[in-house]
């Protein structure tokens, strides 16, 4: 039956394809994604396995329960979008101007609803409960893992699993690791109010630019020169506004930054030292400030036992290798899954040969091979649960 299931992927590949290029060419960002959440439902009244709408706000989550006993695994895939006008000049590019798949997730959806549909051709024959969670919302914090969550879907299972096509890593090659895998991802911001005036006689001012440039200078001792060298920190500042036109000294600029730490203790002490140095600069200056700080996600913390699994369960699909790696700096709020239960979230290589861009990058596009790849990971992965 495995090698049959592993079979139906080849056999389903145009379809999958199909699938992601559809999705592709209608994206729709985080919190609106309602046409694509219908589609999704059609999708699984069309394979005639149970599931739910409107899970936690455009969530939909179908499982699928095999005639014979065994642990419930739940696999999940986002579904969302981000606003960049896309530059890819493909015959899938995105119809909504400013709105493009530039992160992989219509590969995702298209995973996971051709492993639905894989293992529903098997599912009289099949041990065990699949849960597949189709995610609303992963770009824009707060997300849509914790308040689908809530719902109680994970109440009842086993180990949740999750990949992400990553065009950073060569086709063919999954990655994971055994404990801290990804980053906690934060945001702050911080407004400076000085006193504007004329750009030539900066003496009767207060210049907004001035100060805020020292802050973002300032900043930039935090991790190295207030960080323990052996921790690992990133604080970036991403955007400055401020001004309007040449010959007029601005009275406020805004900087806003994201922070990424492992360790709750790290993260505190970034955000007073954030706040002491942005402080500092404007006491100096006769400056006042304002500082909001976002948490966002947690850091994705893998499972060692299901960590293994996923190594174990990727080697055994043809054309396909492993390895363990380093933590990576960016985000995801997959950490909500895996606070809840046991599980493992992994990299699935999907660089397209001479066509690499970065994910959020409007040329962003994937090797449409590693969706393949991925569903089959993930009937590796449910077998290696049901096969002793």
Same mark, same amino acid.
């Given at each position: ?107 995702? =959806?298209? *995973?996971?609803? %051709? !492993?639905? +549909?894989?293992?529903?051709? $098997?599912?009289? &024959?099949?041990?065990?409960? #699949? ?124 900087? =806003?930054? *994201?922070?990424? %730490? !492992?360790? +709750?203790?790290?993260?505190? $002490?970034?955000? &007073?030292?954030?706040?002491? #140095? ?111």
């Amino acid at each position: 039956m495995w090698n049959k299931l592993i079979d139906s992927i080849d056999n389903y590949y145009d379809e999958m394809v199909s699938i992601r290029r559809y999705l592709h060419q209608y994206p729709e960002v985080s919190f609106k994604e309602e046409k694509t959440a219908k589609y999704i439902a059609d999708t699984y009244e069309k394979l005639g396995i149970p599931y739910q709408t409107n899970v936690g706000g455009n969530g939909v989550v179908a499982t699928l329960t095999g005639g014979k006993p065994g642990k419930k695994i739940a696999f999940r895939a986002d579904f969302d979008a981000l606003p960049i006008q896309e530059e890819n000049d493909v015959p899938y590019k995105s119809k909504i101007a400013g709105v493009m798949h530039a992160c992989g997730h219509d590969g995702h =959806t298209a *995973t996971l609803l %051709t !492993f639905a +549909k894989a293992m529903k051709q $098997q599912q009289e &024959k099949l041990p065990g409960t #699949i849960v597949f969670v189709h995610q609303h919302a992963e770009e824009y914090s707060p997300g849509g893992a914790k308040p689908l969550i809530e719902t109680g879907i994970l109440d009842d299972v086993d180990a949740v699993y999750g990949t992400h096509l990553w065009s950073n890593t060569p086709f063919g090659t999954v990655q994971t690791a055994s404990n801290e895998f990804m980053a906690g991802a934060d945001r702050f911001t911080i407004t400076i109010q000085g006193k504007g005036g004329h750009g030539a006689m900066p003496h009767q001012t207060k210049d907004a630019i001035v100060i805020a440039s020292q802050v973002v200078s300032n900043l930039q001792q935090i991790v190295s020169r207030r960080i323990d060298p052996l921790h690992t920190a990133v604080v970036t500042v991403g955007t400055f506004h401020a001004g309007n036109t040449f010959n007029i000294i601005a009275d406020s600029a805004t900087i =806003t930054g *994201t922070v990424r %730490t !492992f360790d +709750k203790q790290l993260q505190e $002490q970034i955000i &007073k030292e954030i706040e002491q #140095i942005t402080k500092g600069t404007c006491i100096s200056f006769d400056a006042t400030y304002d500082y909001n700080y976002e948490k966002g996600y947690p850091p994705v913390v893998n499972h060692p036992n299901e960590a293994a699994i996923v190594l174990q369960a990727a080697d055994q699909v043809d054309g396909q290798t492993v390895e363990e790696v380093v933590p990576s700096m960016t985000g995801e709020d997959f950490s909500y899954y895996l606070l809840e239960k046991p599980g493992a979230f992994f990299f699935t290589g999907a660089q397209k040969e001479d066509h690499f861009y970065p994910h959020h990058h409007p040329k962003f596009d994937i090797d449409e091979r590693a969706m393949a790849l991925a569903a089959k990971t993930f009937i590796k992965i449910y077998q290696s649960y049901h096969s002793n």
